[in-house]
């Protein structure tokens, strides 16, 4: 059974920086994508962004390209959310997922509150 752990939101201004951690455990973490779903406050939830097992392929949302990086360390098991240039419209909960391929996410986290402030 695929757990995954959140870290690292907060409330932060805006134009400021924030670093989402997410710890996999209970099976091979070499073998999921992994990504990042976040929902607004009275909104869906959506895709921010993903990577694949190797970390060769990422995709993002198109709200968040050139601000927001993502990234993994296989040998710590962990996936990262770098956002940088935050936005009050990036206030959310946002959610680590996991799956065998990026159109397939069945695991996921409890979620990390992240506020950004005007």
């Known amino acids: 059974q695929v757990q995954l752990v959140e870290s690292g939101g907060g409330l932060v201004q805006a134009g400021g920086s924030l670093r989402l951690s997410c710890v996999l455990s209970g099976r091979t973490f070499s073998n999921y994508a992994m990504g990042w779903f976040r929902q607004p406050p009275g909104k869906e939830r959506g895709l921010v962004a993903a990577?694949?097992?190797?970390?060769?392929?990422?995709r993002y949302a198109d709200s968040v390209k050139g601000r927001f990086t993502i990234s993994r360390d296989n040998a710590k098991t962990t996936v990262y959310l770098q956002m940088n240039s935050l936005k009050p419209e990036d206030t959310a909960v946002y959610y680590c997922?996991?799956?065998?391929?990026?159109?397939?996410?069945?695991?996921w986290g409890q979620g990390t509150q992240v506020t950004v402030s005007s």
């Open positions: 990577i694949s097992w190797s970390g060769d392929s990422t």
């Open positions: 997922v996991a799956g065998p391929n990026w159109f397939n996410f069945g695991s």
